[in-house]
């Protein structure tokens, strides 16, 4: 299956910084998807995006499917975004999974 | 729109039983998968059906593990003589029919094996 890399681990901010995200695929990009999983476990669905730039309010997402990677910028981040961050694609449907990035905004 | 939804949300039991798993998926979607998710490890995939038809398998899928989806809408996954390492978040999931396969996840069900 697709060999998910994601980086950093582990990201601590002050609240009100900037920062991103980056996920590297070992196969072409399909179905790509940005996920933020709550401390309850459920994953919370922020991005699908294949190509191209994407925003939501603080949050943004760029993949480059032909350099097989995408970014996720978070911006003047709040102590809500705190959590794990989870990219992933499908390969025959099924989802692939990076290990994650570990957020924590302090305040 | 409701989302899709799991029950129940956590089962403790004891090794040896069994212990099923309930997920009803968003209406009109007619796919459906299933993933396992440990501590500090992303979602791996388990099975997933087009409506009504189980279409793969994952090799994590041993015979104690059956899923079924018999009329196309909701999903039971069944574990059978449970093992402590069955302990894990398993969490649903379902994508609309057509060309983007865009998944929406459950809460989740959190099983703990003592």
């Known amino acids: 299956g697709i060999q998910v890399e994601q980086s950093p681990p582990d990201l601590i901010l002050q609240e009100g910084a900037n920062s991103t995200l980056r996920c590297n695929f070992s196969d072409s990009v399909n179905n790509l998807q940005w996920f933020h999983q709550n401390p309850w476990g459920q994953l919370i669905n922020l991005f699908y995006?294949?190509?191209g730039t994407k925003q939501n309010g603080r949050l943004s997402a760029t993949t480059v499917a032909t350099e097989r990677y995408s970014l996720l910028y978070i911006s003047s981040s709040q102590t809500t975004d705190s959590g794990v961050y989870f990219c992933?694609?499908?390969?025959?449907?099924?989802?692939?999974f990076g290990a994650g990035t570990t957020v924590t905004v302090r305040a | 729109d409701t989302g899709v939804s799991q029950d129940p949300r956590h089962k403790i039991t004891k090794r040896g039983q069994n212990v099923t798993f309930r997920c009803d998926p968003i209406?009109?979607?007619?796919?459906l998968y299933w993933y396992r998710q440990t501590l500090g490890q992303g979602p791996e995939f388990l099975t997933y059906f087009q409506n009504e038809a189980q279409l793969e398998k994952s090799r994590l899928l041993s015979d104690r593990f059956s899923a079924e989806r018999p009329k196309g809408s909701f999903s039971t996954l069944e574990i059978q003589r449970t093992e402590q390492g069955d302990s894990a978040m398993y969490l649903c999931a379902s994508s609309p029919p057509g060309g983007v396969h865009e998944q929406y996840f459950g809460p989740g069900t959190r099983l703990t094996v003592t």
């Open positions: 209406s009109e979607h007619n796919r």
């Open positions: 995006i294949p190509s």
């Open positions: 992933a694609d499908t390969n025959d449907y099924k989802l692939s």
